[in-house]
Structures are given as structure tokens and as C-alpha cells.
């Protein structure tokens, strides 16, 4: 990756700051424990050096609906092992649907061009209220598990409102998962009621799921419903051929709207099981507790995002990936949630800009690759759009490119506030992300996590800035996991995070600090390479080879050679290009130009398609396992399996 440059993109004005929450919470502070902080890196170090006190300004500032009780931590050093709140009683469900006008609009929905809606407070409300009543008469309680295989429509997040409201446990995914898929999550919570919709719509093309549904649902084991959800408009018929099968009209048919009722339990009660990739065996099935899941989306919302009541939030995402929690926990915020479902370029590239105009998003959030995607389309949404209302446009999924960080502020609004961030499924939120009242340079996250202890160490445990090394956090924070589901000993748990360095969570990205006080993700650690015994990150690569206009995508693997390692490239052409000595030549200039030499690859193989998981991310691993002649543990992670043969046996790395 490119080195970041010294002239920032975009500061914030000084009323902007000043107008900020940080900028209050900073004043808050002073004023209630006498300290002198000035700005968002003072609030930092004071949240890290004093997290039990920190925590609880965050429970403040989100005016937490519960008993917060008198102790704010207890083992404050013990990773895992630390207590936040160990007195409080909460529910998650209750912060979301805290007291607001039944006219407010709560949810607003698009369905590709095929469905445009609005659920107001007030019908959210209902449909929970009878959700509630039908889960608890199908003997649904605390700890029960409820799954659903659902898009990201209004109905989903109702279905996980009534479920946490109980004390039970929510899990998700997407309907475009395979079967296999399905089951390798599901299968092993063994849900008591499993929601599924009766298809979904994709590029225009409307995708039915009954016949998969059919394979799935007898292998759920004592689950007493399946409740189908309408979108195309075949609910009565996919549910007439399920066991136990229902559609949700006559599940809620025997339910009036009542007054919400909410179990409030133990700040750490499991409310969500979210899962890993699963592209090196099963899925781990990673259990998130109630409060810390709502406290750091909180904090992330109000002071990282500086998102205010009634602004309207929107997140990319589907409901297979942690991006999707985190938008819907919005509510306990009182935001509006903007959600779709589709493809983002469907009916055409501009769908995502249109809708933004529309509903005046104050919030955009999406994946790299779809900004990416747009810069090498030549949009510029910033010419054909009104984004007056839009204040932040953030990315994750995988390191933003330095050149999709000018071209956010070129083509779409100069004067926004670009937030890359990066965290994880693992902690259902960001070890790094925006600061709304710091410059954004080229290639960077701004700024670590507020109440995150997060370094950068060196093979040898140390502290490095300007030094590739490690992401470890290095103190307790209280969306870490509770534990994984089937791990009776924390086994799985310790294994995951905790066996590079004793009592410091290891994340798996390589990572550097800037002398901006940034970071810049270089790629997950398990697939950095290491030709000459020189670790690089492939996101250097990308960052580069995506630069020349033939490549649409890139994947970069070390192939085990000669004794050593040496870097292949894998790059996806534009219809009509042709992987030539020219172009080879080219790209091979662009990396060593724009990285390094070592960064250079010995070979370039031009493939049809890229091996992506569900939530998007390409999968270097899969690549490398079959290149090896290895066997690639779990294909049902994958969104499209049946790329992963075009890598097997090719010529051209056998010399």
C-alpha cells in the first residue's frame, strides 16, 4: 500500500467539532472526574486507562434503559475473565424500542425496485408485541434459540426484537446460503423456532427457496415451528410442505398487539449467536452478550459516527454478516434504519445514491469493493445526487484503497467525513474506526476504538509504530465473545484469540500505526506472505494491481517453491482484456512502483472468477489450500464454490 500522504483529505470545521459529541463527552468528563482532556485522543487514553469509568459514561450518554448497578468492572486485567457490569439488569430489545411517537418513521425498505415501504414506531411495536406473544406460546424462553434464513427486510429485525425481548438468543443468516450452509450454523444451536422467507430477489432475478428449505428444516432438531415469511407472495405453499410449517400471517393470527413485555437479565446474557466464515472447517458459533453488543454500537453511533436522534442510518449489508447488528441496534438511538436487500446494482449502479437521496441518509455505509466498483464504473454520484444530508460515508469489509479515499472526496461530496473501519464478527463491532473530529488521510483509519487498548506488536511482543506487526488489544472490552457455543472449557475461545500472546487478544490483522496517529490494515495475518522471509500483506498488493484499468479484482496467495515462497497474482480482466506480456509488464510496474520489489509477483494468472465468502470477502486461503493440492475444508462458506476449480492444477505454476 502506498505510503499515506501528509496533506489530509478533508478536516472537519471548527464548528463541526465543537458541535460534535465527542467534543461533549470531553466536557462531560472534565466536568464530573476534574480531569483536563482537550480533544478525541486525550478521551482515548483517559477511556483505556480508566475503562470501568469510561463504560459507564457510555451507559450514560445512551441513557441505557435497565438497573446499571453499583460496580462498573470487575477483574479489569483478566482477558477473558473481566466483568463489566456484573449487577445490571437489561434487555436488549427494551433499549431498542425505547418510548418514541407511534407516527416516527422506524424503518424505511427497499427491495431492489421490487418493494419500497415504511414501518412506522408504532406498527414496529405491534408486530413485535404479537412476534412475542406467538414465540412465547411455542414455549420460546430464556436462553431458547430462535434462527432465522431471512433478507434484510422489516420483519427480520421485528423477529429478533421479540426474540431478545424473551431472553433468547437470535441467529441469522442470508437466503442465498446453500443448504450445507444452513445447516453447518443452525445445526448446531438447534433453534426452537426458525424463521425463513419464501425467496428473495437478486439482479432482477426473483429467487425462490422453498425446494432448499425442504432439505433444511427436517434436519433442525426439535424445532417446534417454521415460520415462512412472504416477500414473492408463496408463503401458505412453502410452509404446507415443511414439518411444522406455518406462514407468519397464521402464526400471528391468534395475536392483538399488547404491551411489549421485556425479560430484563444479566448484562452478559447471550442475545445473539453470530458465526465465523467457516472457510477452514464448521463455522465457529460465536456467542455476543446483550450489553456489551449494545453499549459499543452505542458508543460507536453517537461518537464515533456522531449520528443524532431521527438522523436516518443505512448499512449495506446482509443479515449473514455482524454489519447487519449493528446497523439494527441504530434504533437504540432513536435513528431511522434504511435497509435493503438486492443487489447494489440493481436496476442500475446509481440504486444505492438514488435511495440515499431519497430518505436523506446521514449515514452511508458499504464495503470497499463497492466503492471500488463505482470508481472503475466512472460514477459520480456527487454530480447527479443531492447528498446535502449525507455526514458520513464509512467502509469496511476489507483496507479501503488510498485511491478510493480520493475518489470518495472527488466524486461523491468533499465535504464528508470518510471513516474506514475494521473489527469484526468476533467483537460484533470495530477495534478501529472514525474520528468525526480529526483530518482523514489518504489510506488510513483514523483512530483506534474509545475504550480500546489496541496495539500494534512485533512478532516479539512489543509495541511497534511505523513497524508492521500484530493487532492485539491488550485490555478487557465488553462486547468480547461470552464464549463459543459447544465449548464447555473456553477451548475454542482461548485457541482463537489468546495463543499467540498470553492475556492479550490477537486479532489475526497485520497491521501499522502511522505517524498520524492512523492505521492501515495490510491484510488478515493468516494469508500475509512471506517470500525471502519478508512479510507483506496482500492488501498492498490489491491496493496496486487494482489500479490498472484491465483488472477489475485481484487475489494474492504464496505458493510453497523452490524452498521458499514466492507470490502469485491471481487477477480478473475487464470483458476483452488479455493477460499479454504488455499488460503483465504493466502490472508488474504498478506494484513495484507503487509498493515495492519484493511486493512484485513471480507469476500473474488471469482466472474467470474470484472464490468470495457470503459476506464478500475473497478467500486467499481456499485459494492456496487448492493450489496445494490440499483439501478446502468447508466450500458451503463460499458464496460461489465452483470458482475454486479454475485455481486447481494449472500449468502455469508447475514451472
Same mark, same amino acid.
Given at each position: 500500500m502506498s505510503a499515506a500522504s501528509d496533506e489530509p483529505l478533508w478536516k472537519p470545521s471548527p464548528e463541526r467539532i465543537a458541535r460534535s459529541a465527542v467534543t461533549a463527552l470531553v466536557r462531560t468528563v472534565n466536568a464530573r472526574h476534574g480531569t483536563a482532556l482537550t480533544d478525541f485522543r486525550d478521551l482515548h487514553a483517559w477511556s483505556v486507562a480508566h475503562p470501568g469509568t469510561f463504560w459507564e459514561e457510555v451507559w450514560d450518554l445512551g441513557d441505557i434503559i435497565g438497573e446499571r448497578g453499583a460496580t462498573a468492572l470487575v477483574d479489569a486485567e483478566a482477558m477473558p475473565g473481566a466483568r463489566f457490569f456484573p449487577e445490571a439488569r437489561l434487555n436488549y430489545a427494551e433499549n431498542l424500542l425505547r418510548?418514541?411517537?407511534?407516527?416516527e418513521v422506524a424503518l424505511v425498505f427497499r427491495g431492489e425496485d421490487k418493494v419500497e415501504r415504511q414501518v412506522s414506531f408504532g406498527e414496529l411495536c405491534d408486530l413485535v408485541s404479537r412476534l412475542q406473544q406467538g414465540l412465547r406460546a411455542a414455549g420460546v424462553g430464556v436462553g431458547d434459540r430462535v434462527a432465522a434464513t431471512m433478507p434484510n427486510m422489516p420483519e427480520t429485525i421485528a423477529i429478533m426484537l421479540a426474540t431478545t425481548s424473551l431472553g433468547a438468543i437470535f441467529s441469522s443468516c442470508s437466503p442465498d446460503f446453500g443448504e450445507r450452509g444452513i445447516l453447518d450454523r443452525f445445526g448446531q444451536i438447534a433453534p426452537k423456532v426458525y424463521f425463513a422467507c419464501d425467496g428473495y430477489w437478486y439482479s432482477g432475478k426473483r429467487v425462490a427457496i422453498g425446494d432448499k428449505l425442504k432439505s433444511v428444516v427436517p434436519h433442525l432438531a426439535d424445532t417446534a415451528a417454521t415460520v415462512i415469511v412472504p416477500y414473492l407472495g408463496e408463503a401458505a405453499e412453502v410452509a404446507a410442505g415443511l414439518p411444522n410449517g406455518v406462514a407468519l400471517d397464521a402464526f400471528l393470527a391468534p395475536h392483538a398487539p399488547a404491551p411489549l413485555v421485556f425479560e430484563r437479565l444479566p448484562f452478559n446474557h447471550p442475545a445473539?449467536?453470530?458465526?465465523?466464515?467457516? @472457510?477452514?472447517?464448521v463455522p465457529k458459533c460465536?456467542?455476543?452478550?446483550?450489553?456489551? @453488543?449494545?453499549l459499543q454500537h452505542v458508543k460507536e453511533h453517537r461518537l464515533h459516527c456522531d449520528l443524532a436522534p431521527g438522523d436516518r442510518l443505512f448499512y449495506f449489508t446482509t443479515c449473514g454478516w455482524m454489519m447487519w447488528n449493528w446497523l439494527v441496534t441504530g434504533l437504540a438511538s432513536n435513528l431511522t434504519l434504511c435497509l435493503f436487500d438486492g443487489s447494489p446494482?440493481?436496476?442500475?449502479?446509481?440504486?444505492l445514491f438514488d435511495y440515499a437521496e431519497k430518505e436523506g441518509f446521514a449515514l452511508f455505509g458499504t464495503s470497499a469493493k463497492y466503492i471500488?466498483?463505482?470508481?472503475?464504473?466512472?460514477?459520480?454520484?456527487?454530480?447527479?445526487?443531492?447528498?446535502?444530508?449525507l455526514k458520513a460515508l464509512t467502509s469496511t469489509g476489507s483496507p479501503l484503497a488510498p485511491e478510493s479515499f480520493g475518489y470518495v472526496y472527488e466524486a461523491i461530496k468533499p465535504d464528508l467525513h470518510l471513516a474506514s473501519i475494521s473489527g469484526g464478527t468476533d467483537i460484533v463491532s470495530c477495534f478501529v474506526l472514525g474520528d468525526p473530529t480529526a483530518p482523514v488521510y %489518504?489510506? $488510513?483509519?483514523?483512530?483506534?476504538?474509545?475504550?480500546?487498548?489496541? $496495539?500494534?506488536?512485533? =512478532? $516479539?511482543?512489543?509495541?511497534?509504530?511505523?513497524e508492521r506487526g500484530e493487532l492485539v488489544c491488550t485490555k478487557p472490552f465488553p462486547s468480547m465473545p461470552v464464549m463459543f457455543w459447544n465449548d464447555p472449557d473456553g477451548a475454542k475461545y482461548h485457541a482463537a484469540y489468546f495463543e499467540r500472546f498470553d492475556n492479550i487478544w490477537c486479532h489475526g490483522d497485520f497491521a $501499522?500505526?502511522?505517524?498520524?496517529?492512523?492505521?492501515?490494515?495490510?491484510?488478515?495475518? =493468516?494469508?500475509t506472505l512471506n517470500p525471502q522471509g519478508v512479510r507483506i500483506g496482500t492488501a498492498e498488493i490489491y491496493a496496486q494491481a487494482e489500479q490498472v484499468p484491465e483488472i477489475v479484482e485481484a487475489l494474492a496467495i504464496g505458493q510453497e517453491w523452490d524452498n521458499d515462497v514466492r507470490v502469485v497474482l491471481f487477477v480478473r480482466l475487464k470483458p476483452g482484456a488479455v493477460l499479454d506480456a504488455e499488460l503483465e509488464k504493466r502490472i508488474r510496474t504498478q506494484i513495484r512502483t507503487g509498493a515495492s520489489p519484493r511486493?512484485?509477483?513471480? %507469476?500473474?494468472?488471469?482466472v474467470a472468477d474470484i472464490p468470495r465468502t457470503r459476506s464478500g470477502k475473497i478467500t486467499e486461503l481456499a485459494v492456496r489450500d487448492v493450489v496445494h493440492n490440499r483439501p478446502v475444508k468447508n466450500t458451503e462458506a463460499l458464496a460461489n464454490p465452483e470458482s475454486l476449480e479454475l485455481y486447481r492444477d494449472l500449468p502455469e505454476l508447475a514451472v
Open positions: 418510548p418514541r411517537g407511534r407516527d445473539f449467536i453470530l458465526f465465523s466464515s467457516g @472457510t477452514t472447517g460465536i456467542v455476543h452478550g446483550a450489553g456489551g @453488543t449494545l446494482f440493481a436496476p442500475g449502479p446509481s440504486v471500488d466498483s463505482l470508481r472503475k464504473e466512472g460514477l459520480k454520484p456527487g454530480e447527479t445526487h443531492d447528498l446535502s444530508k %489518504k489510506g $488510513e483509519i483514523q483512530a483506534p476504538g474509545l475504550g480500546m487498548a489496541v $496495539e500494534v506488536w512485533s =512478532d $516479539e511482543g512489543r509495541p511497534v509504530v511505523g $501499522e500505526w502511522t505517524h498520524h496517529g492512523g492505521i492501515i490494515i495490510h491484510g488478515r495475518s =493468516d494469508a511486493h512484485v509477483p513471480a %507469476k500473474i494468472v488471469a
